[in-house]
């Protein structure tokens, strides 16, 4: 591990992330029983804070958790955890496990109290080849299970088909499930295609994106319209442009699939003008307080 490690938060302290310990009965190490969530930080200022703090509070729905801490209290103490890593740009990562328990119960034991973890690390900046050349992609077949909404950390499959991707030195790993485009590995997929951008529907199929949500109302504001539709492997490959959504390094494009250039194999107009106003929004956001967007 790098030195010098940041300061994290657990189970209501601040500790030196080198000294953060937790029992390996935790149900989240024995059972990936617990769900996530990673916010980027730019300027000291955690980003869309209440789209994460709602997918968290529904990923804990989802799972038969209760929030283990208002809305209010995360504001603070993320912001704290922020400001005593240095402010700048970093991205938080949020862990809530169910708690741990000796016995190893596949049934929780309903009692228990929640590991809450916090920990921050460095955001890199976009990389200034992105700009020119884009990034590379593979398709791998979806492999996980039936709800994919949650942000869990039973991310097995996903660490699998990012592996693929990794392999071929690519960014990025694209999921079709029965000849249809799902997401990234770890990001929202989306596609343009006659100057409209098209998004898989919602459901249980795919993360409610963060990324995806600010790209609609960008675009909206744009005028670039977005369609949610069913996109097929076909209309994938066949696309003018093919985004990536990150809640850690933005919007990506997609510059080759599987190996074969996406359109002239450079990143597009509609990536160009998303990009643009992607950075127009966070400075506009910069000075807002920690709840709100703009
Ligand atoms: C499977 C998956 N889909 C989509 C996303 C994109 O979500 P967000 O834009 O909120 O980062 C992520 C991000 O972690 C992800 O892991």
Not at 120 to 135: C, F, N, Y
Not at 240 to 248: H, I, N, P, Q
Request: hydrophobic share 45%; glycine share 8%; with cysteine.
């Amino acid at each position: 591990m790098a030195a010098p490690l940041p300061i994290a938060w657990l189970n209501g302290e601040f500790v030196a992330l080198s000294e953060a310990r937790i029992s390996p009965l935790d149900r989240g190490f024995l059972f990936a029983d617990s769900v996530y969530e990673v916010l980027p930080v730019y300027d000291g200022r955690p980003f869309l804070f209440n789209a994460h703090l709602s997918r968290l509070e529904r990923s804990l729905s989802a799972i038969g958790m209760a929030p283990p801490l208002p809305r209010s209290r995360w504001a603070e103490l993320l912001g704290e955890l922020v400001a005593r890593n240095g402010g700048g740009q970093q991205f938080v990562y949020v862990q809530v496990s169910r708690g741990a328990e000796y016995g190893r119960n596949h049934a929780p034991d309903p009692t228990l109290t929640p590991t809450l973890f916090m920990m921050t690390s460095p955001l890199a900046p976009l990389d200034p080849s992105v700009r020119a050349h884009g990034v590379d992609a593979v398709t791998v077949a979806d492999e996980r299970w039936k709800r994919c909404d949650i942000k869990s950390n039973a991310l097995l499959a996903n660490i699998l088909a990012k592996n693929v991707a990794a392999r071929a030195g690519a960014t990025e790993a694209i999921l079709l499930a029965q000849g249809q485009l799902r997401e990234g590995a770890s990001s929202a997929v989306m596609i343009v295609r006659n100057g409209v951008i098209y998004a898989p529907p919602e459901g249980n199929e795919i993360l409610p994106s963060t990324t995806r949500v600010l790209v609609t109302l960008l675009a909206t504001r744009l005028g670039i319209p977005v369609q949610q539709q069913v996109i097929t492997e076909a209309e994938l490959r066949a696309a003018d442009e093919v985004l990536l959504g990150f809640a850690t390094r933005g919007v990506l494009p997609v510059c080759r699939l599987d190996g074969t250039a996406i359109n002239s194999g450079h990143p597009g107009p509609v990536w160009q003008r998303l990009q643009t106003a992607f950075e127009a929004y966070r400075s506009t956001v910069a000075s807002l307080p920690i709840d709100e967007e703009a």
